[in-house]
């Protein structure tokens, strides 16, 4: 049984492949960056920088950090269902191996996402220019592998407009920046939770289980929990397993209407026309009528008949606008008191009917 909104303790390629093949929906990995930091890092001020340089992050060399990545890859890709999916986010210093890395072993690259921070840290030394972003990669578990996008949602969050493939969001700072016992940050690299949550707002639905191997301070469990997702976090670190604990504890799920999001038009029930005259809501012989004021007959078997042409609501649609092409839900319009309506109102009743 999966260990559903839990935090394990333990090595995360020991503690995935102890659980159930195939039963995770989506898995979103920060893993360790490898930065090999060579000594302190100072501002002009001589104020030292505090940076990563915790022994997670640490590897002897490139090659042991390719056998670290290519493991827990394995291990994650077993946990997928067959329509599962993975985000892993990392900088330059990692990103293009671990890239290499998930394609070896078959998984599918749906799209890199650069995370274009708003407010990036300066570069102290100014021998470079500023990192001022992040790379996540998104990846089906393989080719050709069905898995959920939710694309008007995204649409939606992006004030109507097709969300790209560029984010700019400001990394995690203030009040949600967390603090441990001492009052020092609890986590060097603790994500914001605007990130993750258009990443599951877009990639998986309510009741789906999200699994992060590398859950830190856990900002994909309260963004999960608070989203209706399950959540399952793996954290060998003590201390930033009490740190999630106490965060996801006053983490409250929203209610089962703010959960809802914009379905895309292929995701919603199909309804024939011929179902709107079989419960009454147009009748045989009623009159419908294109935007140009012509005029074709409803018919007992859900047709229309025009002077000239016969069909569905599509096909005569065409044939009056000598088009290839139809939606007839648009097109067409019936009459109720002195006003004319677009028949997609009468569908969209329906549909409300049967999501009820």
């Known amino acids: 049984m999966l260990p559903l909104d839990e935090i394990l303790a333990g090595d995360c390629i020991e503690v995935m492949n102890a659980l159930p093949e195939a039963s995770v929906d989506l898995i979103f990995a920060d893993p360790p960056y490898n930065l090999q930091l060579k000594g302190e890092l100072h501002r002009p001020d001589n104020s030292r920088v505090d940076a990563v340089d915790d022994a997670w992050d640490q590897f002897d060399s490139f090659k042991a950090y390719d056998q670290f990545t290519r493991a827990w890859l394995a291990a994650a890709r077993r946990l997928l269902k067959p329509n599962g999916a993975l985000w892993v986010i990392g900088s330059y210093h990692n990103i293009f191996r671990v890239g290499a890395a998930l394609q070896d072993q078959g998984y599918w690259i749906l799209n890199d996402v650069i995370w274009r921070k708003s407010n990036p840290m300066p570069n102290f030394r100014g021998k470079r220019l500023t990192n001022a972003h992040e790379t996540m990669i998104w990846a089906s578990k393989s080719e050709g592998a069905k898995y959920t996008f939710n694309y008007e949602a995204l649409k939606e969050l992006n004030e109507g407009i097709q969300m790209r493939s560029d984010w700019v969001l400001p990394i995690c ?45 856990g900002t994909t469990g309260a963004v999960a929990k608070m989203l209706g997702r399950h959540y399952i976090g793996i954290e060998r670190e003590e201390s930033y397993r009490k740190v999630a604990a106490r965060r996801l504890g006053q983490v409250r799920r929203l209610d089962a209407a703010a959960l809802e999001t914009t379905l895309s038009k292929r ?47 599509h096909q005569v649609g065409a044939a009056l606008e000598n088009a290839p092409s139809c939606n007839g839900w648009t097109y067409w319009q019936f009459k109720r008191d002195g006003q004319l309506i677009p028949i997609d109102v009468l569908r969209q009743q329906i549909r409300a009917e049967m999501h009820d």
């Open 267 to 313: 995701a919603q029930p199909r309804v024939a026309f011929g179902q709107l005259v079989e419960r009454g809501l147009l009748r045989p012989g009623e009159v419908l009528v294109n935007p140009r004021g012509m005029a074709a007959k409803v018919r007992v078997d859900g047709s229309l008949v025009s002077a000239e042409h016969r069909g569905s609501i």
């Open 173 to 217: 700072s203030g009040h949600e920046r967390l603090k441990d016992d001492q009052g020092d940050k609890a986590h060097p690299t603790q994500k914001p939770e605007s990130l993750l949550h258009r990443v599951l707002v877009g990639s998986t639905n309510p009741g789906d289980v999200v699994l992060d191997p590398f859950f830190g301070t």
